[in-house]
């Protein structure tokens, strides 16, 4: 069964720091993986989308990595700022048409 | 361009009752999936749907059911709502199924079950 983990559940660090964001999962048959933001109580913004053959992905401040033999995918965010506070969620596709979604990490960035 | 729309954004419904959501896909987008998320966890995949017909279904009992529209419009389906139905249900279209396609998640329906 395919399991996507997401740790911290929540994390809160001061305004300009650099921070990393992990996702595990348990297969490593993944086709790619996609990181998304959510603001509370709306919908998923996608941010980067990683294929299997990549390593990964780059977005102004966010940049993404995929390691399929370790399970993990990290989003990294440059100089974090207050407009940076959501959940983000990490969602990997594992056939043609299902996908997998983590519990999210819930990030809180004081200014 | 509009973004994948879906309607109505809040909807309350009485246990045993029936309901239908609505999404819009992006122009363009062919495959319409949909997902439920419960407070405080990860969306889970309910459907997909290409050229009209369902290509995937997760974990989910039969009251659940959805079509797909030849505008490639969708409707989900509930029937019997239990309380624990109540959840945000987020549409999210694709321009093709494959896996090198990204999705794109509309603002999602709140529904509540009293």
């Known amino acids: 069964k395919q399991e996507v983990t997401q740790i911290p559940a929540a994390l809160s660090v001061p305004e300009g720091e650099n921070l990393v964001l992990n996702c595990s999962f348990t297969d490593s048959a993944i086709y790619n993986l996609q990181w998304f933001r959510q603001d509370p109580g709306k919908g998923l913004t996608s941010l980067l989308l990683?294929?299997?053959?990549?390593r990964e992905q780059t977005s102004g401040r966010l940049n993404a990595s995929l390691d399929k033999s370790s399970g993990r995918s990290t989003l990294y965010i440059a100089a974090s700022q207050p407009g940076d506070s959501a959940t983000y969620l990490c969602?990997?596709?594992?056939?043609?048409?299902?996908?997998?979604f983590g519990s999210g990490t819930k990030l809180n960035v004081k200014p | 361009d509009a973004g994948v729309t879906q309607s109505p954004t809040h909807l309350i419904k009485t246990r045993g009752q029936q309901v239908t959501l609505r999404c819009s896909p992006i122009?363009?987008?062919?495959?319409v999936s949909w997902y439920q998320q419960v407070l405080g966890q990860g969306p889970q995949f309910i459907f997909q749907y290409y050229e009209k017909e369902e290509r995937g279904r997760g974990n989910f009992p039969d009251r659940f059911s959805a079509r797909q529209f030849p505008n490639y419009s969708s409707e989900l389906n509930v029937n019997a709502l239990l309380l624990g139905d109540s959840a945000l249900y987020l549409c999210?279209?694709?321009?093709?199924?494959?896996?090198?396609?990204?999705?794109?998640f509309g603002p999602g329906t709140r529904l509540t079950v009293t």
């Open positions: 999210a279209s694709r321009l093709l199924p494959g896996q090198g396609y990204e999705q794109y």
């Open positions: 122009s363009g987008h062919k495959s």
């Open positions: 990683i294929q299997s053959s990549q």
């Open positions: 969602a990997g596709r594992y056939n043609f048409n299902k996908f997998y």
